[in-house]
Nanobody, 120 residues
Framework: VQLVESGGGLVQAGGSLRLACAAS????????MGWFRQAPGKEREEISC????????YYTNSGKGRFTISRDYAKNTVYLQMNSLKPEDTAVYYC??????????????WGQGTQVTVSS
């Protein structure tokens, strides 16, 4: 399984970005998918996850309210729409996938990350 993120870049505070994560390879092995981020000098943190059971979505405090996760099964792609971006959202954003159909903490597959920089 390969996960490739895209859509990162430089944006002004208050702006929006939509990240995409395209899965390829043995995509039948992946079920729940999530987004994480890691800012310089900080630990990686989870933002959101989408279940493959019924499409239920979960958000941590980092993603709640401004970010929306979605999934297109036909394209094997998961998205993260980010609105009202703040400088503290600056980080490398990663997508990840679990073999488990429900969101948990066993993310086996990881993308290489995409940089998001929010200027003030």
């Amino acid at each position: 399984v390969q996960l490739v993120e895209s859509g990162g870049g430089l944006v002004q505070a208050g702006g929006s970005l939509r990240l995409a994560c395209a899965a390829s390879g043995s995509t039948s092995d992946i079920n729940a998918m999530g987004w994480f981020r890691q800012a310089p000098g900080k630990e990686r943190e989870e933002i959101s996850c989408i279940s493959s059971i019924d499409g239920s979505t979960y958000y941590t405090n980092s993603g709640k309210g401004r970010f929306t996760i979605s999934r297109d099964y036909a394209k094997n792609t998961v998205y993260l729409q980010m609105n009202s971006l703040k400088p503290e959202d600056t980080a490398v954003y990663y997508c990840a996938a679990e073999e488990d159909p429900d969101c948990g903490d066993e993310f086996t597959y990881w993308g290489q990350g995409t940089q998001v920089t929010v200027s003030s």
